[in-house]
């Protein structure tokens, strides 16, 4: 199977879903009502917006100032770079990641987790940086019964991890406290899973949510949040992990999916080396 072909799956496991790859992957859940999103998707945003500003003044120094795109590009992992046994690429599109604010969820709180997990940044960064990591290839050793779908002969055939992150900087750094605070409160109150959209469109499934450990080597971080998703696609519930990180007033997002899990349903590991590479970077530029 070609990376495109990885790209593709990896993208409707994880839920960075457009309209077009929605179609055939939704979940099961009932559709949120039209006006029930217009209103949850203004309470998160004035939720940390007011947050945001209710703190501007508690810190100062190079956390509160705002990498321009040009600085954050500088400390993004970079197109081609070897992390964890797999690859980065910056050859990413629109479609990958939905755009800011277009992803909510029917309960205003999971909103947050929601768009984390759809490959979307929260709030009003100054300046994003968007990178696909994809793991080695391997063998699953997925057995196929004798009228496999789709989702379990691509499995049996492949097992691999994708990452879509984002590096977003924020203009002060309250703002990037307000946007942890946001998915922080949605892994706790969002237990029992959550129904989201994208733009309105074909809504997805998260059945439970687990808050997890952090990955080794990002202790350093000024904020680490770490979660486990049960993830409805085709019917199958599979697991989608999600490391959200802040290093003053940048957030970094790493989202991932494993294409064997998704269809098993068995645990996979997220890839700890693909946060410590990138948190290595933002320390280095101070």
Known sequence: MGRSAVRRRGVAAAGVLTVALLAGCSGSGGEPDDGDDVAAAVSAEAEVSASAVAGEGESGGAG????????????????GQAVAGGTVTAQVSDRDFPNAGTVVAKEAVCTP????????????????VRRMWIGPQETSGVELGADPSEEEVAAAALDATTSFVSLASYGQEAAAKAVMAGIGRAVRECAGGFVYTVAGENPVETVKVRKAAAPDGTGGADEVIAATLAVKVDGVSGP????????????????????????????????????????ALLAEAG
């Open 64 to 79: 509160a100032v705002a990498l321009s795109p040009e600085g954050l590009e500088a400390v993004a992992l970079a197109d």
């Open 240 to 279: 989608v992990r999600v490391v959200v990180v802040r290093e003053g007033g940048t957030v970094g997002y790493f989202p991932a999916t494993n294409l064997a899990s998704q269809a098993t349903g068995d645990a996979f590991t997220h890839p700890a080396a693909l946060v410590q590479t990138q948190l």
């Open 113 to 128: 987790l929601a768009a984390v997990q759809a490959g979307s940044v929260l709030g009003a960064p100054v300046s994003v």
